[in-house]
């Protein structure tokens, strides 16, 4: 079973490089969700999508933009990438947004901005 | 604002021994589901418990378990019979009633000692 795939698993920009950040799941979930990892600060959640063609900011979308292409992917875009998004990324789904459900992970992205 | 705090950046236990991981919340919330999750060096989130804040019975899932407070906004996670495992960076979160919204602590690091 795969789950939620990130793609790729590691990245180098330099500042001012653009890159898209890939995301899949396989479960028919609804909805989607980008996080970045910071050490000392655990994750703090980007930008979701609730469902196919909706998407919302979360705590700290500010140089994000996301695509919600179909139901099974969901795609974080670095415009302008800068220093202070060097980060893990995590892309999580699960199935609707009620906070009972279990949000299923993938396996990161580990990015650094030069 | 709604925050998660983990007082302990590392913990460290025998195997075999208990140890137990503490974490408190703030929100105003009345109905909102709290959870441990589990991330190993594969980085990979993984969910160990849930608890939802309505039921005054402590979860359980085999060796894991949770001591919940909800007056005191208290859920601290013991494991029994620790494993090597068990070695991993454990996020407690919650997430409110309106969805789509996890609220992450900052990690306590676990160490277990052979």
């Known amino acids: 079973n795969a789950g939620v795939t990130q793609t790729p698993k590691f990245q180098v920009l330099k500042t001012g490089q653009s890159m898209t950040l890939q995301c899949a799941q396989d479960m028919n979930h609804n909805s989607m969700y980008w996080y970045r990892q910071d050490p000392g600060m655990g994750l703090r959640l980007i930008y979701y999508s609730a469902s196919e063609g909706t998407t919302d900011k979360g705590e700290v979308p500010n140089g994000y933009n996301v695509s919600r292409l179909n139901k099974r992917e969901f795609s974080l875009r670095l415009e302008s990438a800068a220093p202070s998004q060097t980060s893990v990324y995590f892309c999580?789904?699960?199935?609707?947004?009620?906070?009972?459900?279990?949000?299923?992970f993938g396996a990161g992205t580990r990015l650094s901005v030069l | 604002a709604q925050t998660v705090t983990q007082s302990q950046p590392e913990m460290s236990v025998q195997e075999a021994e208990t140890v137990t991981l503490s974490c408190t919340y703030d929100?105003?919330?009345?109905?909102?589901?709290l959870f441990w999750y589990k991330q190993p060096p594969s980085r990979q989130m993984i969910l160990v418990i849930r608890q939802e804040a309505y039921k005054q019975q402590n979860a359980t899932e085999n060796r894991f378990s949770v001591n919940f407070q909800k007056a005191a906004k208290s859920f601290s996670l013991k494991i029994s019979d620790s494993q090597l495992g068990d070695a991993a960076m454990y996020f407690c979160?919650?997430?409110?009633?309106?969805?789509?919204?996890?609220?992450f602590g900052t990690g306590t690091s676990l160490t277990v000692i052979p």
């Open positions: 979160a919650y997430s409110i009633d309106t969805g789509n919204q996890f609220y």
């Open positions: 929100t105003s919330e009345s109905d909102y589901y």
């Open positions: 999580a789904s699960s199935y609707d947004g009620n906070p009972k459900n279990i949000q299923y």
